[in-house]
Structures are given as structure tokens and as C-alpha cells.
């Protein structure tokens, strides 16, 4: 590991001005990615400056009737926070899905969204990868594709964002807000993060010395919703693929749907195209069949824009193409799961 200075920032100002001053600076939350690759050699800032103590630690109501998030509340007292168990049970899965309780208590907010990939070649400094070194390579062309993208992806980089709650944050239109140097801006998650292109090493739109100190949650909107995780391993493992929904059903005919996929890009996938697909639609309990096929058109919708990596048979390079028809089968059950909520058969994942 590289030696580097740590300093402990008093105030969220002088945090942003010890990154802005230096340009191989990084913050450290909750450490839980980050002194991973200070190990590894992903990672070697001259400087790393605690956030950890910034008062960024509280949950509050806001005047909208939505939920201000600090920066620096852990990842398991969110997930346990009473109104976000009740108002946004989606994001209270998520969280609970995304990392083992250890890890939960030690992960931030802001850290969780600015986590980075987990592909193997980006972790190992061996291998050429455009995310770690631009220029470089991508070794996951022609390599090991089990975990990486089917929608977005480039030629510099198939990778997928690893963030759970960042995929729930998604769906449910919450905002960052961001301080920098030139002052306070808020971005909605599903800007953040960007798809690759030729700039893979570019995980965010963040510029360098910008501070994430809150996430905000729209007032709760009462539809259904719920989280599901698909993994290789029952206990924690990073996601195939996920699905983040909501259906509000009103008289019987969807009046929204929002949809968003983790595991499948380098950044939340919102699914605009399956949202689209469902707006309108009657779902009649005593018609299984056409709810079905609704659900089913919802994610062809989708999946049409998706670009999995074929791999050779028998090969340890077998690809990503199995993840279409999984990503299609996890949607789908999980708006059959939600349907039958809203028709009364509700279940603790799915309550409002
Ligand atoms: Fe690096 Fe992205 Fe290629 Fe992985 S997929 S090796 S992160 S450039």
C-alpha cells in the first residue's frame, strides 16, 4: 500500500476544499471499497480525507412530505429507519440485500452510490482495464462476462455499477445533493452515474472535489412496491440482475409503473420503455393470462435495447446471454407479485 496523508475534515466546506486543493485526494467513508483498493493498488491518493464525522448523520422529514437521507448514515440504519420500512420498503430491501450486517453498519449513504465496480480485471492490477488505467484495455473483452453489462455497455467497458440501493434510489426519483467548490446543486440518481462510452474511468458526473451530503426522497406515492436480488450465492454475493418496481393500481388499471435494473449496466437502468409498456394497462384478476402477457410485453419492451456478450460452449467465457431471459423472469414475477399485493394478497415485501 501507498503511504498517504489522513485528515479528519471538521465541516462539509473544508472537506471540498482539501479535495479541490488536491488532485489525488479521495474521501473515505465508510471504507468499505475504498481501503479495499488502497490494498490492491486500485487506489493511490497521496491524501485521503475522513468524512465520516461531518454532522451528514440524520434522517429527517423535509417540508414536501419526502425524506432527507444524510450522507454518512450507515447502510443498516436506514434499512431499519421506521419510515423507510414503511413508506419505502423497496429501499429498505435493497439495502438489506446489498451487503452482510457487518458491512451495512460500516457503509455510508454517499459511499454506497460511489462504490465502484466489481469486475475481477478492474480489481486485479495485472490485467489491462480502461476503468483503472484509461487506454489501457478492457480484459473483460474476449475474458470473463458472468457479471457484467447487456445494456450500455461500450467497447472501453462492459461493467455494471454494484449498488443495490442505488437501483432502488432509482426507481423511486430521489435526488443527490452535491456540494462543490462553486457552491450546493442536486442531480437525480438516475443522472449520477454514466453509461461508459470512451471515458470508462468516469464512474459519475461528479467533478472531482464534489461532496455528496444528502440524498432526498420524493413524498411517498402509496404504490406497491419491492426489491429483488437474483445471485449466484443465497448469501451476499453481487447481483446477476435486480429489479426495483412500484405499480399503482387504481380501479384496477395501472396508472404508473416505475421500473428500475441493477446488475445489468455501468449505471441503475431505469426501464423507461417497460414503464411505458405497462401505463394503462387493465389488469383483471379473473384474466391471469392477459396480466401475464401484459408483464411479459413490459419486459420484451425492455429487453429489445439489450446487448448481452455471447461466449464460446464449454468455455469459461460463457457470457452474459442467460441474463436476458433471467432479467425477463424476475420482472415479471415481480409485477405478478405486486398485482396480487394490490389485489389484496399482500405480503411483507410489498407493503405500502
Ligand atoms: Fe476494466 Fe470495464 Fe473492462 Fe472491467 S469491463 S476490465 S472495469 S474496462
Not at 475522513?50 to 437521507?69: C, Q, T, Y
Not at 446489498?98 to 480489481?123: D, M, V
Not at 462476462?145 to 430521489?174: K, W
Not at 419492451?301 to 460452449?313: D, H, M, R, T, W
Amino acid at each position: 500500500m501507498r503511504p498517504f496523508e489522513l485528515v479528519t475534515a471538521e465541516d462539509p466546506n473544508q472537506a471540498v476544499a482539501l479535495l479541490s486543493e488536491h488532485p489525488d485526494a479521495s474521501y473515505l467513508g465508510g471504507g468499505t471499497n475504498l481501503v479495499d483498493h488502497l490494498r490492491l493498488g486500485v487506489a493511490t491518493p497521496t491524501l485521503v480525507v475522513d468524512v465520516r464525522r461531518l454532522p451528514l448523520g440524520e434522517v429527517e422529514r423535509s417540508e414536501d412530505g419526502g425524506l432527507r437521507i444524510g450522507a454518512t448514515v450507515p447502510n443498516a440504519d436506514l434499512a431499519a429507519h421506521p419510515v423507510v420500512r414503511r413508506d419505502y420498503p423497496m429501499l429498505s430491501r435493497a439495502l438489506l440485500a446489498g451487503a452482510s450486517g457487518q458491512i451495512r453498519n460500516a457503509a455510508t449513504t454517499a459511499g454506497n452510490l460511489l462504490q465502484r465496480t466489481r469486475c475481477a480485471y478492474f480489481q486485479d492490477v495485472t490485467t489491462p482495464c480502461n476503468k483503472r488505467e484509461p487506454g489501457s484495455g478492457c480484459s473483460a473483452v474476449g475474458g470473463y462476462t458472468r457479471y457484467h453489462a447487456i445494456f450500455g455497455a461500450s467497447e472501453s467497458c462492459l461493467a455494471v455499477h454494484p449498488s443495490d440501493m442505488a437501483v432502488a434510489l432509482a426507481a423511486l426519483d430521489a435526488t443527490v445533493v452535491v456540494l462543490g467548490p462553486a457552491g450546493e446543486r442536486r442531480i437525480p440518481v438516475v443522472d449520477l452515474h454514466r453509461l461508459p462510452g470512451d471515458e470508462p474511468d468516469r464512474d459519475t458526473v461528479l467533478a472531482h472535489g464534489d461532496l455528496i451530503t444528502a440524498v432526498e426522497l420524493p413524498a411517498p406515492s402509496g404504490a406497491k412496491s419491492t426489491y429483488r436480488k437474483v445471485r449466484d450465492r443465497a448469501s451476499f454475493a453481487f447481483a446477476l440482475v435486480s429489479v426495483a418496481a412500484s405499480l399503482d393500481v387504481e380501479g384496477g388499471t395501472v396508472r404508473e409503473a416505475r421500473i428500475a435494473f441493477g446488475g445489468v449496466a455501468h449505471k441503475p437502468w431505469r426501464a423507461h420503455l417497460a414503464e411505458d409498456a405497462l401505463a394503462g394497462v387493465a389488469l383483471d384478476p379473473d384474466d391471469p393470462e392477459a396480466q401475464e402477457q401484459a408483464f411479459l410485453d413490459a419486459a420484451d419492451a425492455e429487453l429489445a435495447q439489450a446487448s448481452p456478450v455471447g461466449g464460446a460452449a464449454g468455455d469459461f467465457t460463457e457470457g452474459n446471454e442467460f441474463k436476458v431471459g433471467l432479467l425477463r423472469n424476475t420482472l415479471v414475477s415481480v409485477l405478478r407479485e405486486l398485482s396480487a399485493a394490490d389485489s389484496g394478497a399482500e405480503s411483507e415485501g410489498t407493503r405500502r
